[in-house]
């Protein structure tokens, strides 16, 4: 029913600036709350930033001050500007979004994921 996709990973330095974008296709966007998590070789999925339908954001500690996550929901597009990336930030980053068709249910969504590869 939703379909994401993200879209802006390569290779970077350390010290440097990436921004990843996701694509929502539904008409509902505005409604959801959107997240970026992220999973490095041999480690769990761990949460990276989420914003609210409201506007409202929360990170993870270790990006906190680094990243920041915005939405437009004219283009129907979440984005995680990265700044000063460290090594330790290499991973496949995906977008994720929850969706409520009914008041019983609860449908989740993962797009594809885009490679962040920071090394020099």
């Known amino acids: 029913q939703v379909t994401l996709v993200e879209s802006g990973g390569g290779l970077v330095q350390p010290g440097g600036s990436l921004r990843l974008s996701c694509a929502h296709s539904g008409r509902g966007f505005g409604r959801n709350d959107m997240d970026w998590y992220r999973q490095a070789p041999g480690r769990e999925r761990e949460f990276v930033a989420s914003?609210?339908?409201?506007?409202?954001?929360n990170y993870a500690v270790s990006v906190k001050g680094r990243f920041t996550i915005s939405r437009d929901n004219d283009k129907r597009t979440v984005y995680l500007q990265m700044n000063n990336l460290k090594p330790e930030d290499t991973a496949v980053y995906y977008c994720h979004t929850r969706v409520s068709p009914t008041i019983e249910a609860t449908l989740e969504f993962w797009g594809q994921g885009t490679l962040v590869t920071v090394s020099s």
């Open positions: 914003i609210s339908s409201g506007y409202s954001s």
